[in-house]
């Protein structure tokens, strides 16, 4: 998993654009958000799961715009990626590395963990490389156009009717694995853990630059 993380994206007048638009708008609203997170990376053709990934998710942003993120996985193995100021920390206790690095777009793969914080720069990729289809009203669908270079073929979509916000996602790859994000425990400006976007290294953590 990537550096996960708000303008809301101006769509054309049309039934599929107002959902898409009106989640924008509330990812807008909120300042803080926790959630237990947990991502699954399925192989249909061969009909078999990796062990899925389980943590939590942390997300902070000013009134300016700037967003802390902070994705603590502890299952199978601990794993903490934190991205703020414009560069992200990768601490990897098992290995004991830390990799640290400048956030530059995120690359393709970026798009998927995007949606879910509300990146401007996924919104703005999806308007260009994608066409949206609204499936129900909480479902959206985004479809890769032809030609279009995209890591994600087909991304699908669900909001959490409580909070109206991104719950659960799923991108389809050109070999039709298929991983899926969901957030459940969604708590919306509520108080985060003192300094949780903050790590404080064990000195004999190797430092590499990303």
Known sequence: MTAVLFSVLVLAQSHEGDLFARMRARQQEVSRLAAVIEQVKSYPQLGIDDPAERGRLYLERSRRGETKVRLEITAPETRILISSNG???LYQP???????GA???GGKKALFSGLLTGSSGAARQLERDYTVEEIDGTHLRFQAKAGAEVHCEQIDLWLD???GLPARQSCREANQSVITISLTEIEVDGKLPEGVFEIDLPPDVERVKG
């Open 94 to 100: 098992r290995i004991k590395q830390a990799v640290e």
């Open 87 to 89: 560069g992200y920390l």
């Open 103 to 105: 956030l530059s777009g």
């Open 161 to 163: 009717v409580r909070s």
